[in-house]
């Protein structure tokens, strides 16, 4: 009876799964800063899958350039690595935590300080530090925006275009009130994330499926997810009640050995 108690516990072990982000945390362990952005999704029905692509952005020691080649128009900095994943399969209950966060930063890494809350790409590496750019006035008003450096423009496309302006009264409130504590997707409602127009504008499969198609996934993944996580839930109470139960058993028997079966 005790063995059975013995692999009745092991069969109700929750097996943990790693997510994307985990697996990042790991590969990247040695660099110092970079980010993570989820740059798509999609759903495959044939498969009942959900899929996500990542941008990677990982800054390099600075490199030094003579001016003649950094005055070049088409100079492009090579301090900036980016690595683009293939479609990835993930979980639904994943799917379902990020299905607010495309063209969100998910993960980032800053001055060796990782940071799990969610912020529009660009924010937590990239805007605001002197490196890349600077503030510069707006002449119609609005207030100053940030501006690329010349051979960090292409890190525009990286993230929302570079028809789009950071605002400085915007990032301000992220690097004040929410940078790693809480996520933030803009001081207006759906400045940024999935909903969001900025997003909306961008090269991914996503934004091209219908608002029909959108909808369906969100609701059957928010049931799915839901699911998932009550069976995650249920499983690991009654391997916790088990391995209770089973502690108890085991000391009583170790008690019972001591005080006469093995003479």
Known sequence: ???????????????????????????????????????????????????????????????????????????????VVV????????????????????????????????????SPAGYDNYVGNERYGRWENNTSG??????????????????????????RGSYMDYDRNYRGSRGYYGSGRNQYGTNSSVTKGTANRWSGRSSAFKNKVRNSVKKSATITRSRSYNSNSKYSKTTRNSSRYSNSSSRSRAGGYGK
């Not at 498969?47 to 990677?56: A, C, G, L, Q, V």
């Not at 051979?151 to 993230?159: C, D, G, K, N, P």
Request: hydrophobic share 30%; aromatic share 18%.
């Open 1 to 79: 009876m005790f063995v059975f108690v013995l692999f009745s516990c092991s069969s109700n072990k929750k097996v943990y799964k790693k997510t994307p982000i985990d697996e990042f945390v790991t590969t990247y362990i040695d660099e110092q800063n970079y980010s993570v952005i989820l740059a798509d999704m999609d759903y495959k029905e044939e498969e009942d899958s959900y899929y996500h692509k990542y941008r990677i952005l990982i800054e390099k020691p600075k490199t030094t350039v003579d001016s003649t080649t950094l005055s070049a128009p088409n100079y492009k900095a090579e301090d």
């Open 83 to 118: 690595k683009d994943t293939e479609w990835r399969k993930v979980s639904d209950v994943f799917f379902d935590d990020h299905v607010n966060n495309l063209g969100m930063t998910i993960l980032s890494k800053k001055n060796g300080v990782l940071d799990k809350k969610t």
């Open 142 to 167: 609005g207030g100053s925006f940030w501006a690329f450096y010349g051979q960090y423009h292409f890190l525009s496309s990286m993230f929302y275009g570079s028809s789009h302006r950071y605002y």
